[in-house]
């Protein structure tokens, strides 16, 4: 993808593995291509009825007494491809997914980069 116009903030890891999105009462598999400490790429299944805007739970299970949760909104959708935005990881879950995140890296101070515009982002927020 062209960087200028690629206006992802965080560090992307690729990280192919078969995921559940949870959207209202039901739940979808999917399979997921890259994650961050803010988002997800998933490709979804043509019968998937998310829309933009939408509330859906990613898992992500690294092993039987390990998984991913995040609470995510649909960021946007092209054909099978979805989007997602970040909204609220539990602390194990984030403790995971840095660890996944750290472990993919090329470059280590990027993960520490997006750790302190994650910690800013918060304290502007309150």
Do not use: Y
């Not at 999105?21 to 291509?33: D, K, Q, R, V, W």
């Amino acid at each position: 993808m062209n960087t200028s116009t690629d206006r992802r903030l965080f560090l992307r890891s690729a990280f192919h593995a078969p995921v559940r999105l949870g959207l209202g009462e039901h739940e979808s598999p999917a399979f997921l291509h890259d994650v961050s400490l803010k988002g997800a790429l998933v490709e979804v299944s043509s019968s998937w009825g998310g829309r933009v805007g939408e509330v859906c739970r990613l898992h992500l299970e690294l092993a039987p007494d390990a998984a991913i949760l995040m609470d995510t909104t649909v960021a946007h959708i092209e054909g099978r491809h979805v989007g997602l935005h970040c909204e609220r990881l539990d602390l194990d879950s984030m403790t995971h997914l840095r660890q996944l995140v750290e472990h993919n890296a090329d470059d280590p101070a990027l993960l520490e980069r997006d750790l302190a515009t994650l910690v800013a982002q918060g304290r502007d927020a309150t």
